[in-house]
């Protein structure tokens, strides 16, 4: 009865609709924190089905992140909608994974991306990868990485060239300074009275000068030599990480597999911190998920894309048993568009969602600027609407914490915001805008 009385406001009077009070669908709904991985759009969207759905449950948002993550963002919000209601189940938020995205100072997610980036992970690619003869070739490089990653083969030029072209380097250059320690010595056996007094004669000193001299002679060509194969091996490695088609498919599997070793242990450590060990990847799932499924992306995502196809492999594996919650089937998407159906039409259909018995929310894409001092698609709920002074709002229900600090300055009073929940103008919504909602 309360969430009855709550909703049978009227979204023109003060007090208006709001889902998140006592009753409402979203109380127990708190703001989430999505970091710095932008999953804004399934947030959104699993928010909204857990308050069309209710039971008290709220559903992970893991794998749908990752259903649709050509860009980046988790998807487009029918995307992600769809994706839930397709798979016709979704998990309860049992904490099990609550260090992954939600109110956490750790995110797993983000520190997998940063541990990826500061290594200087690059982005491999073959020129026209998505034609079939490229797709072949980087699926190519990707098995030869890996099973350099087993010992199945064994790299050989710039690779060997770079790590032993270095340590054979080291070696001759310690042999070298051994052998001018004893230079020294003898140099410093040379006296002023030759012969006397039970010196050694300057001839015998330099006779066994003679063969030190030769041999360092040697090792120096032999040492010059290493530290070129190393500087060779090295500028392959490193500045042909973007560009394998200059290379040979061993030598681009070579470069794939240097740049795994740099990275992969700092990915296993992030792994340790959480106490996720179990989740690890093998270094040849590594290689062969970041090359294979990967060849061509922008350096911001070529990190994020492994944690998310990692994370959607967690809770595949993760929902079962009483924690696997049934979606209904019959559950459909639907939505509206500014440019398609106008301003007024949108705002009329949020006020009626909203002001219906038991209250509807509304998802809404647009654009962040309306929110923040940012540019960009944004997703968010409308969970609310009352009329201020003349001015309607809709309260939004958004995925950055529960804290007001990234809104505009003049959406941070108590008036306004309220544990991250923020009054926006009605009209500062709508430009671009989308919504969409459920319907059984």
């Not at 039971?55 to 769809?82: H, K, L």
């Not at 062969?288 to 995502?301: A, G, H, I, L, M």
């Not at 962040?368 to 540019?375: E, F, G, H, K, R």
Request: net charge neutral; with cysteine; glycine share 8%.
């Amino acid at each position: 009865m309360l969430m009855n009385a709550a909703n049978a406001q009227n979204c023109q009077s003060q007090k208006g609709v709001n889902l998140s009070n006592i009753g409402g669908p979203y109380q127990a709904l708190w703001p989430r924190d999505q970091g710095s991985v932008g999953t804004c759009y399934v947030h959104s969207a699993s928010d909204l089905l857990s308050s069309y759905i209710g039971g008290g449950n709220r559903f992970n948002v893991y794998e749908a992140a990752v259903n649709d993550d050509s860009g980046g963002d988790g998807g487009q919000p029918g995307d992600i909608m769809n994706a839930l209601i397709s798979r016709g189940w979704a998990c309860k938020d049992n904490g099990s994974f609550a260090n992954l995205f939600p109110s956490q100072k750790k995110n797993i997610i983000s520190d997998l991306m940063d541990a990826v980036a500061l290594s200087g992970m690059p982005v491999f690619y073959t020129n026209d990868p998505y034609s079939a003869a490229g797709e072949a070739r980087q699926k190519r490089i990707a098995d030869l990485a890996g099973k350099m990653a087993i010992n199945e083969i064994k790299p050989c030029c710039a690779y060997v060239d770079a790590n032993k072209g270095v340590e054979d380097y080291k070696k001759l250059e310690i042999m070298i300074s051994d052998i001018q320690d004893k230079i020294k010595n003898l140099e410093n056996e040379k006296d002023t009275l030759d012969g006397w007094f039970g010196t050694r004669e300057t001839s015998a000193i330099n006779k066994d000068l003679v063969p030190l001299f030769a041999k360092m002679a040697e090792l120096e060509v032999k040492s010059s030599k290493a530290h070129q194969r190393y500087l060779l091996g090295t500028e392959i490695l490193t500045y042909g990480k973007n560009n394998l088609d200059t290379y040979s498919e061993k030598q681009a599997a070579e470069i794939v597999f240097h740049w795994a070793e740099v990275t992969y242990y700092k990915v296993l450590d992030v792994f340790k911190a959480y106490g996720a060990t179990s989740w690890a990847p093998t270094m040849q799932q590594y290689i062969t998920e970041k090359v294979q499924r990967d060849p061509v992306t922008n350096y911001q995502y070529a990190g994020a894309m492994y944690p998310y196809r990692l994370v959607k492999r967690m809770m595949k594996n993760a929902c079962v048993g009483p924690d696997r919650i049934s979606i209904p089937t019959n559950l459909k998407t639907k939505k509206m568009t500014e440019d398609k159906d106008g301003k007024a039409a949108i705002t009329k259909k949020v006020e009626t969602l909203l002001s219906k018995i038991p209250g509807q929310g509304v998802g809404i894409s647009l654009n962040v600027s309306s929110l923040s001092p940012q540019t960009g698609r944004h997703a968010v709920n409308i969970i609310g609407c009352r009329t201020v002074d003349g001015v309607e709002e809709f309260l939004i229900h958004n995925s950055w914490g529960q804290g007001c600090q990234s809104y505009h300055l003049r959406y941070r009073g108590a008036d306004k915001c309220q544990n991250g929940r923020v009054w926006i103008p009605a009209s500062n919504l709508m430009n671009n805008s989308e919504i969409q909602w459920l319907e059984k």
